[in-house]
């Protein structure tokens, strides 16, 4: 895989990127430390939760002006993929809607109409023109969208500071674990 990643090099010498100056040569940027990781992974958490579309540019400044793991603030935008997106977004939804007090449609069976010829447009929308047709889309995510903006916004924050206090706390069983495998070998030796 790294094959086909750029290296630190190649970022560093990319005229596009020479304005950032000193600044690319941070080395949290490039190097994996347990505090440079976890910022980056509690970053693409947090973009891979509230942003559908371009999370890994997103991700990968917010790790370039928080000093955090690049490669890995990339990498962990990937929590929401074309797999996860229904089950995420499901789940926001509800969250939001217990939040604000309405529980809306629990299944997709149960949606309003007009929301699947929102995304399909229907015949009968075409006869009344395209205005009707984007005011019945307004609507309806206008509807959809504050309980399933504010579940996203919840979710991503509160995913985001588990997933660095979870990074935290597996590279520290993981270097204790490494040192107390010597210890061991000596011992029943």
Not at 12 to 19: P, T, Y
Not at 169 to 173: A, L, P, S, T
């Given at each position: 895989m790294r094959r086909f990643l750029p290296t630190e090099e190649s970022i560093?010498?990319?005229?596009?990127?020479?304005?950032l100056g000193p600044r690319l040569h941070e080395p949290g940027l490039w190097h994996l430390n347990r505090r440079a990781v976890a910022r980056g992974v509690a970053i693409g958490v947090f973009f891979g939760f509230m942003i559908p579309v371009a999370q890994i540019p997103a991700a990968a400044i917010g790790a370039f002006f928080a000093r955090a793991n690049l490669l890995v603030s990339a990498i962990a935008t990937l929590v929401s993929n074309p797999f996860t997106y229904a089950p995420i977004y499901y789940a926001a939804y509800r969250l939001g809607g217990f939040l604000l007090g309405h529980a809306g449609p629990a299944t997709a069976a149960d949606l309003d109409p007009a929301l699947v010829h929102a995304v399909t447009p229907a015949l009968e929308h075409a006869a009344s023109g395209i205005g009707a047709?984007?005011?019945?889309?307004?609507?309806?995510?206008?509807?959809?969208?504050?309980?399933?903006?504010?579940g996203l916004?919840?979710?991503a924050v509160t995913l985001s500071i588990v997933s660095y206090f979870g990074t935290l706390?597996?590279?520290?069983?993981a270097?204790?674990?490494?040192?107390?495998?010597?210890?061991?070998?000596?011992?029943?030796a």
């Open positions: 560093k010498a990319n005229r596009f990127l020479r304005w047709w984007l005011s019945d889309v307004w609507t309806q995510m206008a509807a959809y969208g504050k309980p399933l903006f504010l916004g919840i979710m706390f597996v590279w520290r069983m270097v204790l674990i490494k040192r107390r495998r010597p210890q061991r070998l000596r011992a029943g």
